[in-house]
């Protein structure tokens, strides 16, 4: 494919979602926010990102959304170099993508529906099907009936049912979640990663950073672990130097 083409951005089963190969990001010389990191995320995993605050666990997620490059190294989505594509390739594929921001990023003075179909319109799809899925997703989450309801007048985990609904909308094929449960009480939390999970049964990668040693507890998948910016632990692979338990990775 020449450099910069538009990609056929699909899923085939031989090939990872994504490929991290040795990429490390520097927002300053002396310390890297994230080191020579390597693994695999494959269709329909759901997959960990656990480390205490600083560890690189948002500078990951930013990387996998393609809103940063790593300075050393590469990542692969389905086999294309991100690195070695235009802007308007790597705009198609994060249309891919879905992203529940840790400070939710909605758009406080819009209705939930409206929050809740930004990525659809982006996508271009038309305003019936963008009615229908709107209205859909919305129910999913257990807002039905507050669709036209401001979002910055919800609680917090009203609000952040809103940023699931609003991820959840397009079907993305990655679905990238910064602790999304870290200020939520345990009910929504459960609600929250209930809905998650749903998503892998559809064939959508899950990534979750958090710092939740319970929460990874009760709900075991597999884990990269990360200390100051370095992958110190990562479980459920036949490729790591070891197996780790989970009180090695978090």
Do not use: W
Request: charged share 25%; hydrophobic share 45%.
């Amino acid at each position: 494919m020449e450099t910069g083409a538009m990609p056929p951005f699909s899923a085939a089963a031989h090939v990872p979602l994504v490929s991290l190969r040795r990429v490390s990001r520097f927002y300053r010389p002396d310390r890297p926010s994230l080191f020579d990191i390597s693994f695999d995320i494959h269709p329909g995993e759901f997959l960990y990102v656990s480390g205490v605050s600083g560890a690189g666990k948002s500078t990951l997620i930013r990387l996998l959304h393609c809103a940063e490059q790593p300075d050393t190294g590469s990542i692969a989505f389905l086999g294309h170099d991100v690195s070695r594509l235009e802007p308007k390739a790597i705009s198609v594929l994060r249309r891919s993508m879905g992203v529940v921001f840790q400070d939710f990023r909605l758009i406080e003075d819009l209705s939930v529906e409206a929050n809740v179909a930004v990525p659809l319109e982006v996508a271009g799809l038309s305003r019936a099907r963008i009615r229908k899925r709107v209205a859909e997703v919305i129910e999913r989450v257990g807002l039905g009936g507050r669709s036209r309801e401001i979002a910055g007048t919800l609680s917090g985990g009203e609000q952040q049912r809103v940023a699931i609904a609003r991820a959840l909308a397009s079907e993305p094929t990655l679905l990238l979640a910064d602790e999304p449960t870290g200020s939520l009480d345990a009910f929504t939390a459960d609600f929250i990663l209930d809905l998650l999970e749903e998503a892998t049964g559809r064939g959508a990668a899950v990534v979750l950073a958090t710092h939740d040693r319970m929460l990874m507890a009760a709900r075991p998948h597999r884990i990269v672990a990360l200390e100051g910016g370095r992958m110190v632990g990562l479980t459920g692979d036949d490729r790591a130097p070891a197996a780790v338990g989970l009180q090695q990775v978090v």
